[in-house]
């Protein structure tokens, strides 16, 4: 049974106090009790520095550069700019799946690394990064261009990355980028998605006047995804199946001439808001292109999305649409019948970072599932103002939360499905929860679209009735203490 109001602030007042009074202070404020009866939707702080000495599952604004924005893009190199560890770490990790031959004209899973050492950390490494753009240059000639993101060093020890990829990029004649996404900057990822978006801006967009385009009156560009098993991909066949033109996708799969193309698309359609809002603006104003968010995750939000796109268009557009929609429905109305059933009331808590808290509400509810707590890992206010009619009243929110807290939600809210991150996956696992890896889809996917429906909907039903649940308890559970204790001795 879901919880009321009271029950909810309760659940909160009573994980909250274990803290001392100042933390306590501090987070009851990133906690909240959905009210969708509140006029402006301002429900919780967010977008503030994680509390120190607690455990945060944030990244940092290089990931939200490398990792997400400017990672993958295809056809460009991407030069972590520091030690090894950082290009390690983000290599291949989000599953932004590409078409190309890698090493030839597709880049993507390199590991591209200076590998600073200490004497880069005392003399610069503007020398060794202009070497290593000499060097890829000789390996990789049919790259378009390369980017150069800093790590936390760079910004420490002053490199003058602009001046090289400016002298660079000259000499070869192709773009080179120079990203100031040095970690420690920001409060955390989304700092570097803002970094990110202002590079495209002044290095990308600025040079679009400069190519030849054949335009159609139903260009849009897909901006915001990331291809993570192929998402785009189903979100492109939905919007080609309308009767448009996709003329760049942002930035899984994407390449730099499309990137360079985007101001002249006639509409940008944004996945995710919170990584490249800030550039659909920036064409908004600069070059007149209307931009909308859209959301392609199960059959409530894809008619709806389908039908706010085509109202953009003609009528040729919106009657096609239609009929797509008709088409559409007789496919995921098996999915519901086969799956709904299996599903019906099982309850999800959600913690992840970008859109998904919000854009994935309604595939679960399409399959008769309940939210019983969302939360974002570095969201803004706008993000938890667009989450708050998407949730039920007295559904709890948190922002930023801490592994404390989530485990202790967990306990209380007892969630037939938690969706989060992969640090978070393996303890609730030998909680005893079920569990979907929510970022890169649990090495599955694509989740958008209406092929993706169906195949989220068998990885709900797959995990949650997995028989193996009924066989696990954690194991401090299991035994008493003192016995735990005799066998790590």
Not at 10 to 33: G, N, Q, T
Not at 153 to 180: H, Q, S
Request: with cysteine; net charge negative.
């Amino acid at each position: 049974m879901s919880m009321n109001k009271e029950e909810t602030q309760a659940l909160i007042d009573e994980v909250l106090e274990v803290y001392p009074e100042v933390a306590r202070d501090e987070r009851s404020k990133h906690l909240a009790v959905n009210d969708t009866s509140s006029a402006d939707g301002k429900c919780i702080t967010s977008n503030r520095k994680s509390l120190p000495g607690v455990m945060t599952v944030r990244g940092c604004a290089y990931a939200g550069s490398k990792g997400v924005v400017w990672g993958p893009v295809k056809d460009m190199i991407h030069i972590s700019h520091g030690p090894v560890g950082c290009g390690q770490y983000s290599r291949a990790g989000r599953r932004n799946y590409y078409t190309g031959t890698t090493g030839v004209d597709t880049f993507g899973t390199l590991n591209v690394t200076t590998d600073f050492q200490e004497r880069d950390i005392v003399f610069g490494g503007d020398k060794k990064l202009s070497g290593a753009i000499d060097e890829l240059e000789m390996l990789f000639p049919l790259s378009s261009g390369l980017s150069v993101q800093s790590e936390c060093p760079v910004g420490l020890i002053g490199d003058d990355i602009e001046a090289v990829a400016k002298v660079k990029g000259a000499e070869i004649g192709k773009t080179i980028v120079p990203v100031r996404c040095e970690g420690f900057r920001g409060v955390s990822q989304s700092l570097g998605h803002h970094i990110a978006n202002d590079t495209i801006r002044d290095h990308v967009l600025s040079k679009s006047g400069e190519r030849e385009f054949e335009s159609s009156p139903y260009d849009v560009a897909i901006i915001g995804d990331y291809n993570i098993g192929g998402d785009a991909w189903s979100s492109r066949i939905i919007l080609e199946d309308m009767g448009l033109r996709v003329v760049a996708q942002w930035s899984g799969d994407g390449t730099l001439p499309e990137m360079e193309n985007t101001p002249k698309v006639k509409l940008n359609l944004v996945h995710c808001y919170r990584s490249m809002n800030y550039i659909v603006r920036h064409m908004e104003e600069k070059h007149d292109v209307p931009w909308i968010e859209y959301n392609l995750f199960g059959p409530t939000k894809i008619e709806e999305s389908m039908r706010k796109i085509a109202a953009f268009f003609d009528e040729k557009i919106q009657a096609q649409t239609e009929a797509v929609i008709e088409r559409y429905r007789a496919e995921w109305q098996q999915v519901i019948e086969k799956y709904r059933p299996r599903l019906e009331s099982k309850k999800v808590m959600l913690y992840v970072g970008g859109l998904r808290p919000r854009h994935i509400i309604g595939a679960y509810e399409d399959l008769g599932m309940e939210i019983v707590g969302a939360g974002y890992e570095f969201a803004h206010n706008d993000d938890y103002v667009k989450t708050t009619p998407e949730v039920k009243d007295a559904t709890l929110l948190f922002d930023d939360a801490t592994e404390y807290e989530l485990e202790e939600f967990v306990k209380k809210l007892n969630p037939d499905l938690v969706g989060s991150g992969i640090k978070e996956k393996y303890v609730f696992q030998k909680m005893g929860f079920p569990f979907r890896q929510m970022h890169s889809w649990d090495y599955s996917g694509p989740y958008h679209g209406v092929d993706g429906f169906a195949i989220f909907a068998r990885d709900m039903d797959l995990t949650i009735n997995n028989p193996c649940w009924s066989a696990i308890k954690a194991p401090w559970l299991v035994e008493e203490p003192e016995a735990l204790l005799e066998k790590t001795a």
